[in-house]
DNA sequence: CGGAAGTTGTTCAGATTTGAAAGAACAGGT
DNA sequence: ACCTGTTCTTTCAAATCTGAACAACTTCCG
């Protein structure tokens, strides 16, 4: 807080996460979308439901999952609404609320889609890494998640 | 690429850094964007020109650096001209070509700027991390980093 | 109960991003 | 000089994303 610099070493980290994370994500991205019709985004919305109990999912749940804005999730379903890969159902228990909820096809496209894409991860990210890196890379972004959620609710 | 599929750890560390990164990001744009008007996009390109001999980057130079689309970068320089931070020159060797310059004012703000952006990288993220934590991120990053523009050189 | 205060999801307008196409200029051979 | 193929940047339209404002509920107290 009181000394605004970085060291070297404190600076190729950081420049080196943020670069390569982000052309790791570009280049995933692209492969999934030469092999499937789907974005990562849709990808991600696929996972979270599949994974949902019911495969289906409050609006802001999922939005908080996947750490989109309401107004982009919103969007974001209805794209795949009119792709038939979810649909749209009102909450039962809170008339405020709707639920998006995994079709058939939707869960047929994620288990299309998904061995190409594990692969892709696996070919580009995993593939690089020892035991001991993927051990580190997960105590350590899990930390870094831990304390910027705890800031985030601390600032309320 | 036989086996398509990550083990739970394999998961587990992919999700952490994309998720993690993500949320960092954002809370970091944030903060900059409290402290100063710039976007982290803004901050970027003009770190990219301080650090350019002559203070001045060709548009696909800025580009590759930046990992933007060349139209992408066009309509960021094209924003970053009007509020005065950069100017337009013609490139004097190439004339197909066009140069970005930092001004006084873009120095300037990013100078204003700097200060608090290197802070707020060093809570959110620097904050976290040991010496050895830095020193894996940055062998690890690095090496994604060039298998991704090693496969990216191959397939062309 | 009654109503202030908070939530939830959508809508809307505007900003940004993408990708394809085009224009201009270079480079290498013929 | 004259093609032919490339490279550099911009333009354009369409897709996506953001943030503020809103409508419909819910909750919490008094």
New interface residues.
Partial sequence: ?R????SP??L???R????????????IEDDLRKASELTLADYNVLVQLAEAPGRRLRMGDLATKL?FAPSRLTYQIGTMEKRGLVTREPCPDDRRGSEAVLTEAGLAALRAA???H??S?????????D?A??????K??????E???A??TESR
Same sequence: chains 1, 2.
């Fill in positions: 807080m000394d605004e610099k970085l070493e404190e190729a980290a950081w080196a996460v943020v670069e390569s994370s982000q052309r790791l994500l570009i280049t750490i998904a061995p190409g594990l692969g991860v696996r070919r580009h990210f995993i593939e690089d890494l035991a890196d993927l051990a580190a890379l997960t350590i972004f899990t930390r870094i998640d304390r910027l959620s800031a985030r």
